[in-house]
Each structure stands twice: as C-alpha cells, then as structure tokens.
C-alpha cells in the first residue's frame, strides 16, 4: 500500500518555525542549494517586492493587473492565513496540494540535507511550481529584510519598495536607516526600481543605493475594494510597475484594464470586515507601529468609535506605546501579549460579543491572530 504524502505544512515545519521572523536565516547559499534541485524555466519578468508594510497588498495588486493584461502571472507572498497553498498562486489560483507534495517529497531530503529553514524551502517550492506551469512573470515578496532573504537569491527584472519603517529589528539593525540599508538590496541588479513615497531618511539611503529609482506618486482611487487610505499608495505603487512595464515595451497592457483590477482586488487580513450576527468585527494584521499609524487615518469612517478595540502580540513583540495611539478610535482598548497575546483573541472577543451583540470592533494582531478569528468563524457558520 502506497504511503499517504505528508502535508506540506507538516513537512515544512520539520524545517523551522513559520512565525515571521523565527525561521530566518540570513544568506543565499541554502536557497542556491536548493535551487540546483529543481525545474528551471526563467520567465519572461521576474519582479522582487521589499518594504515593512504592504508588501502583501502591493503583490496581490499587481498580479491582478498583470493577470488583467493576459499574462500568466506567479505569486508567491507569505504568510499565509489559512492554507500553506496561498502563498503560491497561479493567476491568482493557489497551488493545488498534489503538486506541492510531488515537489515536496522529493525536495525534502535536500532541504534537510542543506539545514534550509521554512521559508528558504517554501520560496524554492514555489520557484518550482512557477517552472512547472511555465508562467510569464513571477513576483516575489521578501520575507525579512532584502540583502540576505531567500527572495533575492535568483536576478531580478524590477523591484519595488512599499513603505519602510522599525521591524524586524532583531535581524535588520534598530535604526530606520540600518533597516532601509538592508531592504535596498531588493534593487541589486534589477533594470527598473520604484519606490512608494518614503521618509526623507529612507529615501536618502534608497536614492544612494540607485540613484535612478522611481518614486511612485499616490493616485486618488475613488474606489478600492480594500478598505484604508493607506492602500492607495500600495495601488499607486502596482500601478506604476505596470506603468513602467508597458512604457518599456515589455508587457502589452490596457491601462485602464490593469487599474480597475487593481481596484477590484481582495486582500484577506487587511482591514476585512467579518459580520458574527448583527456584529462587524474588523480584522488587520498590523502588528507593528508603523503599520498601525498606517491605518489611523481610516478608523473613523469604519466605526466611530469601535466599541472596543482588541490588540494582540507574541511574546517578543510589544506594542504597549502605541496604545494611545488607538485610543481616541475605541470605547476601550484592550491589550494582550505574551502567551495572551497568541491564542486568547477568540475567547475575549466573544467575551465582548456577548456583552454587545450589536457592536463594532477590531482586532489587531499577527496573521496567527487574523487566522483564529477567521476559523473560528468559518466553524460557527458549520454549525
């Protein structure tokens, strides 16, 4: 009897832990490794995407435009909220588990063999699906930083830069210079650059590195199907790349195509609105100060205020000072870190649920977070 093929979570996390930043490993060398083990087919543009925030919403974005154009279009984003597959699609398709674990199981021992992290031997996993299916252009989201991320192992054709701020410092360096230093290193090598408007001191150090980089200007988007102000500079920056691409002659593209399915695009986990009962619950993944000032300007047209605002952190995150911050937008604001901080935010909020069936809330935390409200709620809608 043929044995049933693990699921590649479970042989994923034989290789490290997936939580952000605790399964990286800085260099090129293993993610090279692996790559000498698998399907090779170079596409027709290879686009690398850095930043501390947006970079998700930026390269779903611009894949739906491009996807828009009639090209097939490779995306690879991490994490992901409910299935491993989401990190790598197809025209916005995710990979289909069998193929995953075709790859997997013979991709596995070298992994080992090379002591590849998680996120090394997912990036080569997904570089292997996109050969598979022969697709025009991949776009790849760094993970940490740009220098040494498993993204910046192979050349690139474009990069582009969402807005920088402090995370990651651990591995990036605690000053916002050290960090712009490290995510510049998405531009080695790549024909076009373009940045969404920074700082005055990330943009010195960008302009340092390539002193030809774009900045892209933040459009008015009279609509967005991603709800925030702050999406507007992640569309403008798609926008631009897709810009770029055609003046260059390298893609055929009806503008007006690619800027209504940049409006029309989904990004889970960003700002999504839930309804349990006759409650609206607001989820984002906004886990750090700068993305949580990211979305300040939009809170008061969700919810004014919330009635309570549910903010969640690992154990070696704190977000403790930005909760003055949320405080003008909430009845309350309530603060969880530490073992709290991962795996309480069900219980409180249908704490809260219970006390105010009728209310508006958000809940800020990691993807692990957004994750356990989302299957929670899909089980209750089961029941």
Same mark, same amino acid.
């Given at each position: 009897?043929?044995?049933?093929?693990?699921?590649?979570?479970?042989?994923?996390?034989?290789?490290?832990?997936?939580?952000?930043?605790?399964?990286?490993?800085?260099?090129?060398?293993?993610? *090279? #490794?692996?790559?000498?083990?698998?399907?090779?087919? #170079?596409?027709?543009?290879?686009? *690398?995407?850095?930043?501390?925030?947006?970079?998700?919403?930026?390269?779903?974005? !611009?894949?739906?435009?491009?996807?828009?154009?009639?090209?097939?279009?490779?995306?690879?984003?991490?994490?992901?909220?409910?299935?491993?597959?989401?990190?790598?699609?197809?025209?916005?398709?995710?990979?289909?588990?069998? $193929?995953?674990?075709?790859?997997?199981? *013979? !991709?596995?021992?070298?992994?080992?063999?090379?002591?590849?992290? +998680?996120?090394?031997?997912?990036?080569?996993?997904?570089?292997?699906?996109?050969?598979?299916?022969?697709?025009?252009?991949?776009?790849?989201?760094?993970?940490?930083?740009?220098? @040494?991320?498993?993204?910046?192992?192979?050349?690139? =054709?474009?990069?582009?830069?969402?807005?920088?701020?402090?995370?990651?410092?651990?591995?990036?360096? =605690?000053?916002?210079?050290?960090?712009?230093?490290?995510?510049?290193?998405?531009?080695?090598?790549?024909?076009?650059?373009?940045?969404?408007?920074?700082?005055?001191?990330?943009?010195?150090?960008?302009?340092?590195?390539?002193?030809?980089?774009?900045?892209?200007?933040?459009?008015?988007?009279?609509?967005?199907?991603?709800? /925030?102000?702050?999406?507007?500079?992640?569309?403008?920056?798609? +926008?631009?790349?897709? $810009?770029?691409?055609?003046?260059?002659? !390298?893609?055929?593209?009806?503008?007006?195509?690619? $800027?209504?399915?940049?409006? =029309?695009?989904?990004?889970?986990? *960003?700002?999504?609105?839930?309804?349990? /009962?006759?409650?609206?619950?607001?989820?984002?993944?906004?886990?750090?100060?700068?993305?949580?000032?990211?979305?300040?300007?939009?809170l008061a047209s969700l919810a004014d205020p919330f009635d309570a605002i549910l903010v969640f952190t690992r154990e070696d995150r704190s977000l403790a000072d930005e909760i003055a911050l949320l405080?003008?937008?909430?009845?309350?604001?309530?603060?969880?870190?530490?073992?709290?901080?991962?795996?309480?935010?069900?219980?409180? @909020?249908? #704490?809260?649920?219970?006390?105010?069936?009728?209310?508006?809330? !958000?809940?800020?935390?990691?993807?692990?977070?957004?994750?356990?409200?989302?299957? =929670?709620?899909?089980?209750? #809608?089961?029941?």
């Amino acid at each position: 009897m043929t044995e049933k093929p693990h699921s590649i979570e479970r042989w994923l996390t034989e290789l490290g832990n997936p939580s952000a930043d605790r399964d990286y490993k800085p260099g090129h060398e293993r993610v *090279r #490794q692996l790559l000498s083990h698998i399907h090779n087919h #170079q596409p027709g543009l290879r686009i *690398r995407i850095a930043g501390t925030n947006g970079k998700g919403s930026t390269s779903t974005m !611009l894949a739906a435009a491009l996807q828009s154009c009639g090209l097939k279009v490779g995306l690879y984003t991490s994490p992901h909220i409910l299935e491993f597959n989401e990190r790598i699609r197809i025209n916005g398709v995710p990979a289909e588990t069998e $193929k995953l674990q075709q790859s997997m199981q *013979r !991709l596995m021992p070298e992994a080992l063999a090379a002591g590849a992290s +998680y996120f090394e031997t997912a990036t080569a996993l997904a570089l292997e699906q996109f050969a598979l299916e022969k697709v025009d252009v991949e776009i790849l989201e760094a993970g940490v930083g740009a220098r @040494l991320d498993a993204t910046t192992a192979i050349p690139a =054709d474009m990069a582009l830069i969402t807005p920088i701020g402090l995370d990651h410092q651990a591995w990036l360096g =605690d000053s916002i210079v050290a960090i712009a230093e490290e995510k510049s290193f998405v531009m080695q090598g790549c024909r076009f650059s373009i940045t969404a408007q920074q700082s005055p001191e990330v943009s010195r150090v960008l302009d340092t590195f390539k002193p030809q980089l774009v900045t892209a200007n933040t459009m008015n988007w009279p609509y967005l199907a991603v709800a /925030g102000e702050h999406q507007h500079i992640n569309a403008s920056l798609a +926008y631009a790349a897709v $810009k770029t691409l055609r003046q260059a002659g !390298l893609i055929s593209c009806d503008l007006n195509k690619a $800027k209504a399915a940049i409006a =029309d695009c989904k990004v889970p986990g *960003r700002l999504e609105k839930i309804n349990i /009962g006759q409650a609206s619950v607001w989820l984002d993944a906004a886990h750090n100060r700068h993305a949580i000032e990211a979305i300040l300007p939009s809170l008061a047209s969700l919810a004014d205020p919330f009635d309570a605002i549910l903010v969640f952190t690992r154990e070696d995150r704190s977000l403790a000072d930005e909760i003055a911050l949320l405080e003008p937008y909430g009845k309350q604001v309530i603060y969880k870190s530490g073992a709290a901080g991962e795996g309480q935010s069900i219980s409180l @909020l249908h #704490q809260q649920l219970a006390a105010q069936p009728n209310g508006s809330f !958000l809940l800020l935390g990691s993807f692990i977070t957004v994750a356990e409200i989302l299957l =929670d709620l899909a089980q209750r #809608q089961t029941r």
